[in-house]
């Protein structure tokens, strides 16, 4: 999905309720993620959180692979920048 500017406004107000645009949906959710990935790994490889950096890396990751979901385009981002390692290995039970 990709963000158009507007969609990045504080959200809206209806019947005394606010709700909020998808893109501040979005931008909250990864930066949550983001601070629960770094809170995973040691300090040497966490991931300094810029906003507008991630938010344009995501949008240019989803307009280049359109059918994926966000949590993937974020891992990718992280897998990236270092943070995870470049094959996701699932624990042996």
Avoid at 6 to 28: M, P, Q, R, T
Wanted: one cysteine or more; aromatic letters at 12%.
């Amino acid at each position: 999905m990709a963000l158009s500017k507007s969609d990045h406004n504080s959200g809206k107000e209806i019947l005394g309720v606010s709700y909020y645009s998808k893109a501040a949906a979005f931008s909250e959710w990864i930066s949550g993620y983001i601070t629960a990935q770094n809170g995973a790994y040691p300090l040497s490889k966490q991931f300094s959180v810029d906003m507008a950096g991630v938010s344009l890396w995501i949008k240019n990751y989803c307009e280049k692979n359109p059918t994926t979901i966000i949590w993937t385009a974020v891992n990718e981002l992280l897998r990236a920048h270092g943070v995870l390692p470049m094959v996701y290995v699932l624990p042996r039970n």
